[in-house]
């Protein structure tokens, strides 16, 4: 893999900032502390994308709570838009029948790959399935899923950053930027 390019000259505008995401979060965490209270609170993580977010978002859970994860795609490299095909590269290491399933995800644009992860943990008998998305592209959405908690609703932009990348670099960046199309070209 080539090293990566400084992000400065791929980035057109910074479109959620490192200020906004932490007012944001122990928001959402104070809202889903009060929603879980006396519940057996579990979170599912969607790697890779979510693991920033979710570590945030559990240092500001302030009720018992365990976690998992999976790894699904529906993206190739330097796709802007989900392909439409579902692949779970990892499945969840405990059972979920009877918990409270919180599903962590980065963002949900067309709505496809997170009503088949749904599907899915539907599918296992939680006794309830619900979904926090740090960012919510509803301009792109085809399937119809429930949202129970958002931190921001974004336009159609290409977005890295804050756990999300750009060809697999940027996770780390502590704010989410809009891609400057005119200077990126996805790999080969």
């Given at each position: 893999m ?24 122990p928001?959402?965490?104070?809202q889903?502390?009060?929603?879980y ?5 579990h ?27 999976m ?20 499945d ?5 029948r009877g ?24 599918a ?20 119809e899923?429930?949202?129970?908690y ?12 804050y756990g999300?990348?750009?060809d ?15 200077k ?5």
């Open positions: 080539k090293a990566p390019r400084p992000y400065d000259e791929l980035l057109a505008e910074i479109l959620v900032s490192e200020e906004q995401l932490q007012k944001r979060i928001e959402l965490g104070a889903i502390s009060q929603d209270q006396d519940k057996d609170l979170l599912i993580c969607i790697l890779r994308g979510g693991v920033m977010f979710l570590t945030d978002l559990m240092r500001q859970i302030d009720i018992p709570h365990t976690v998992d994860f790894a699904v795609s529906s993206y190739g490299a330097g796709a802007r838009e989900s392909s439409g095909q579902v692949r779970i590269a990892l969840l290491t405990n059972d979920i918990r409270d399933v919180l599903l962590v995800e980065d963002i949900v644009d067309s709505g496809n790959t997170i009503a088949s992860v749904l599907e899915l943990l539907g296992r008998h939680p006794n309830s399935l619900r979904v926090c998305t740090l960012l919510d592209k509803k301009v792109m959405r085809q399937a899923v429930p949202i129970h958002t931190g921001f609703e974004i336009p159609n932009k290409f977005v890295f950053g999300l990348d750009l697999e670099f940027y996770r780390d960046l502590p704010f989410i930027g809009v891609v400057n199309t005119t990126y070209s996805p790999p080969d």
